[in-house]
T-cell receptor, first 115, second 116 residues
């Protein structure tokens, strides 16, 4: 596997279900991100992890719970979601440096549908 | 707070022609980075080009180039000799640097259609 991978690629869940999205980066990066991409809206940053520590929670509802067990893996645990949470969820990673460009590398995304 | 605006929801271009996608941003920072990302239909988002604000020279990557106007806070992307594979959603993104921990602010995106 290369780059940033995400599983599953598609997920349909009911409002009472609990599911998890998984992201894995094979780039040796030390920062990982969750984004939400909805139709007609800009990408919304949800969470940022640097060296496994959460450094950003962009006012995300508690029904989304991130977990970063190590610098290569990132999870997004989902429970009691709402239909408006249906979106493409993107994971990204980057190499944090004291100086320089922090370009992010994205995974293919998980298309989530909440019914 | 920083904001990024892409005023063109959709653009189209004929194959082999040139197209320019617009992006403006608002910031009080003097040191920052700007990016253009490409998201083809049902495919991964990939970085197209980046520009450091402290550099006056416009970035170029093969057929892709930018027109960076720092005073005007404008960062447009020019695609020369457009190809069918250039069809995608294009996002402009801003990064403040420093302790922003890689936090990117994205524009709304521009859908580019390439006609054969």
């Amino acid at each position: 596997e290369t780059g940033v991978t995400q599983t599953p690629r598609h997920l349909v869940m009911g409002m009472t279900n609990k599911k998890s999205l998984k992201c894995e980066q094979h780039l040796g990066h030390n920062a990982m991100y969750w984004y939400k991409q909805s139709a007609k809206k800009p990408l919304e940053l949800m969470f940022v992890y640097n060296f496994k520590e959460q450094t950003e929670n962009n006012s995300v509802p508690s029904r989304f719970s991130p977990e970063c067990p190590n610098s290569s893996h990132l999870f997004l645990h989902l429970h009691t979601l709402q239909p408006e949470d249906s979106a493409l969820y993107l994971c990204a990673s980057s190499q944090a440096r004291l100086a320089g460009v922090y370009e992010q590398y994205f995974g293919p995304g998980t298309r989530l549908t909440v019914t | 707070a920083q904001t990024v605006t892409q005023s063109q929801p959709e653009m189209s271009v004929q194959e082999a022609e040139t197209v320019t996608l617009s992006c403006t941003y608002d910031t009080s920072e003097s040191d920052y980075y700007l990016f253009w990302y490409k998201q083809p239909p049902s495919r991964q988002m990939i970085l197209v080009i980046r520009q450091e604000a402290y550099k006056q020279q416009n970035a170029t990557e093969n057929r892709f180039s930018v027109n960076f106007q720092k005073a005007a806070k404008s960062f447009s992307l020019k695609i020369s000799d457009s190809q069918l594979g250039d069809a995608a959603m294009y996002f402009c993104a801003y990064y403040a640097g420093g302790t922003s921990y890689g936090k990117l602010t994205f524009g709304q995106g521009t859908i580019l259609t390439v006609h054969p």
